[in-house]
């Protein structure tokens, strides 16, 4: 049997896999499967069809992949998903998603970030939420075993390789023991560890770094995180939802407080067209030398558009806008600031397969590492989840096969119990949600758009003081469940995440893609290389493999005119 830990795009595509080769198989997830963070991608997904433009390749689409990550993606993962796309896009239309189409019947495909030809296929500003429907749909055909509401706690590990994990159920507080021959781990990034995200309350903690680390796993480039420019920030409760880079691409206008359009100061000839990085930098940099909204963001104007493209082009921006703070966006402009968006590092693993350090242990999705580097193209992250999702399926598939014997430990067995057993008898004083935001605030605050070592180190001196004071949590289940137990795993994961980033962020002296240093702002070619980190190890610099001349000589700087780069 096959476990499966998260149930979003990457490990329903994995179980799907597993299923459909006749391995017996486990999804469990802690959020509701319909409702992974798969869900919430609008824009669309990548693959050289070459429905619209001909001549598109995957080489081509390799080349802008590897040229946006700054040199910081590995050319083996970027050539394995590049050509396994268009396999990918065909199965989804096998599992039977409904893509947008040309009036031919072709499906429709259209620009997207530094693509150099419309690659990225689409279904409205939900594609997301789409292909999520259709894993769902699938999974439920194959009669595939999926656990909701159940949080894995720690991977179950005996003499470096994996035999199974253990759990509790959020709302009874149910133990879960589950055997497995391979745990195939896609429960997401950390990106909650910043105080405004795109990532709902309880997912992206950094649940896969912790359960890979402390399972005998390492990280790659965890400091290498994607900030988008346009969270909201009111209400508190949904600070850091995401207001679609549509809104830009469709013609809106980005204001300080004074009223100056500023992107022209940071790139004229792109202006509000520039890349993710680039205007996530220019809004912060607004911000914090004063010329930021009281609320400490920036303005972003559509209402100078005809109401008929907001309401055709733009229309779950309107509907979000209307429902969280009752604002026509056809009057009034959008007050925003950049936002934690997407873990471009994670855990480290071969480019083939997708195997760790751990012995039938493999990481898939944001919890991996490998594609993106120091920028990820739009549209790349859900492409990558079905290529490697059907990839590591048979990986696990095949490793599952080849065992004669499982020998498990009843002392890894009985530690993870005696983890929970200790929280759940806590009873000190501190308070973990109180906890929770300390740590946001330190990472908002240090390794946010823009670091300098002063304020890195200022973080991990913060970061020590969080962690001593972690030591006398009180945890408290209640009516209404066991999620405070949740919160303070939660918290484990996100102390471990945040020491991560904080120590390679430290280590990265240079400028590269969305690693913002102010006191090193050049980019250093000796510094192309990958950052491992493990708490046995620190950080070990890793070098990255050439890239293959077929994709090499493609890799030329790509017309944004007409288009929304990102």
């Known amino acids: 049997m096959v476990l499966v830990i998260g149930t979003g795009g990457a490990g329903l595509r994995a179980a799907i896999e597993l299923a459909e080769a006749g391995v017996d198989v486990l999804a469990v997830g802690k959020r509701p499967k319909e409702d992974a963070h798969t869900a919430l991608a609008a824009g669309g997904i990548n693959a050289a069809l070459s429905t619209m433009d001909p001549e598109d390749s995957w080489q081509q689409h390799a080349a802008d992949t590897l040229k946006e990550s700054y040199l910081l993606a590995d050319p083996r993962t970027t050539q394995i998903v590049t050509q396994g796309a268009a396999r990918g896009i065909d199965d989804l239309e096998r599992y039977g998603m409904a893509f947008a189409r040309e009036e ?115 990280l790659r480039d965890p400091e290498l995180v994607q900030f988008h420019p346009s969270g909201i920030i009111e209400p508190e409760n949904a600070a850091g939802t995401l207001v679609s880079e549509a809104a ?106 997708h195997s760790t350090d751990v012995r039938g242990l493999y990481a898939i999705g944001e919890a991996s590492s490998g594609l993106h580097g120091a920028n990820r193209l739009g549209g790349n992250s859900l492409i990558e989840l079905l290529v490697f999702g059907r990839i590591t ?10 065992l004669t014997a499982h020998t498990r430990s009843a002392s890894a067995t009985a530690r993870a119990r005696a983890e929970i057993d200790d929280l759940l008898a806590a009873d000190g004083p501190e308070n973990v949600r109180a906890l929770q935001r300390a740590l946001r605030n330190t990472m908002t605050e240090h390794a946010g758009v823009v670091r300098n070592e002063e304020g890195l180190r200022a973080g991990l ?46 280590e990265r ?45 493609l890799m030329e700087e790509v017309s944004t005119e007409g288009k929304l780069a990102e």
Not at 393 to 402: I, L, V
Request: aromatic share 8%; with cysteine.
């Open 393 to 402: 399926g048979q990986a696990a598939a095949a490793y599952s096969r080849s």
């Open 248 to 353: 830009r691409g469709e013609g809106g206008i980005l204001r300080n407080a004074l009223g100056e359009r500023f992107m022209s100061r940071y790139d004229p000839a792109r202006m509000e067209l520039s890349t993710r990085d680039r205007v996530a930098l220019a809004s912060y940099t607004e911000i914090k030398e004063g010329r930021g909204t009281p609320n400490g963001g920036v303005w972003l104007d559509v209402s100078h558009l005809p109401r008929q493209t907001i309401m055709t082009r733009l229309p779950r921006v309107y509907q979000t806008l209307l429902d969280l703070q009752m604002l026509d966006i056809t009057r009034d402009p959008i007050e925003i600031a950049p936002t934690a968006h997407y873990s471009m590092g994670g855990v480290w693993v071969r480019p083939e397969d």
């Open 461 to 506: 001196a913060e970061l020590s003081e969080i962690e001593k004071r972690m030591e006398k949590v009180g945890v408290h289940p209640d009516i209404a469940g066991f999620q405070d137990l949740a919160h303070a795993f939660d918290l484990l994961s996100a102390a471990l995440a945040a020491r991560a980033t904080l120590e390679a962020a430290l």
């Open 104 to 218: 031919d019947g072709r499906i429709s495909q259209r620009f997207f970030g530094a693509h150099k030809f419309r690659r990225t296929a689409f279904a409205g500003d939900y594609t997301g939420l789409e292909i999520q429907r259709t894993l769902v749909g699938r999974a439920g055909q194959l009669g595939i075993p999926v656990l909701d509401g159940v949080y894995i706690t720690r991977l179950l590990v005996h003499d470096g390789a994996v035999f199974g994990a253990y759990g509790f159920g959020l709302t009874d507080g149910t133990r879960y023991l589950i055997h497995a021959d391979a745990v195939i781990l896609a429960a997401g990034g950390h990106t909650r560890i910043w105080r405004r995200t795109s990532s709902r309350r309880d997912e992206n903690t950094g649940d896969s770094f912790r359960l890979a680390v402390e399972a005998g796993a390492r």
């Open 509 to 553: 002296r240079e400028t590269r893609g969305c690693h913002n240093r102010s006191d090193y702002p050049d980019l250093d070619p000796a510094l192309r290389v990958n950052l491992v980190w493990s708490p046995a190890t620190g950080i070990t610099h890793e070098s990255i493999p050439p890239v293959p001349d077929e994709i090499a000589s």
